[in-house]
């Protein structure tokens, strides 16, 4: 019910030894300059308590990713406004790139990953998310994702 993106679609192997370039679990930035958290894309199942979920990555501005990282151990951090994101995680199972879809992060919980709510557009990645998929959906994904072999169960 989970698949997630090892890292944002512009991060580069090339990367992993430059002082001005991080790639964690959470975190990610390029060249000092761009910076990305992962999320999770959460997707009702029609008929089910189950949530279908993509761990996605988002650029945030760097005055949102400072005040994101000065709050990640912080409790009560989820009072926080969301930031506004760009969505850098393309996912090959929808018809029109995912890639920079507009979304609003939110924090959650210490120890949980942030919420990514997409622009209310009719991309159907964002329609999804507004109205659900059913278990026949799920199990297309979940056959694309593996015969792809993208993405990573979480």
Same mark, same amino acid.
Not at 13 to 37: M, N, P, T
Not at 41 to 58: H, K
Not at 70 to 93: C, I, N, Y
């Given at each position: ?43 009702? &199942?029609?008929? %089910?308590? #189950?949530? !279908? @979920?993509?761990? +996605?990555? &988002?650029?945030? %501005?760097? #005055?949102? !990713? @400072?005040?994101? +990282? ?17 969505l850098?995680?393309d ?15 939110h ?14 557009t ?33």
């Amino acid at each position: 019910m989970n698949y997630t993106a090892e890292a944002p679609a512009v991060w580069d192997a090339a990367f992993a030894e430059a002082d001005d370039c991080l790639l964690s679990s959470d975190q990610c930035v390029i060249r000092g300059q761009h910076y990305f958290v992962k999320g999770r894309i959460e997707i009702p &199942v029609i008929g %089910s308590s #189950e949530v !279908f @979920s993509w761990g +996605v990555w &988002v650029s945030l %501005s760097r #005055e949102s !990713f @400072s005040r994101a +990282v000065e709050l990640w151990d912080t409790p009560g951090r989820e009072a926080e406004k969301p930031s506004f994101g760009w969505l850098t995680t393309d996912l090959p199972v929808y018809p029109t790139t995912t890639l920079y879809l507009k979304t609003h992060v939110h924090t959650r919980p210490v120890g949980q990953r942030p919420f990514v709510e997409l622009e209310p557009t009719d991309h159907p990645l964002a329609v999804e998310q507004r109205t659900g998929i059913t278990p026949d959906r799920v199990r297309e994904i979940a056959a694309a994702v593996l015969h792809a072999g993208g993405g990573e169960r979480q």
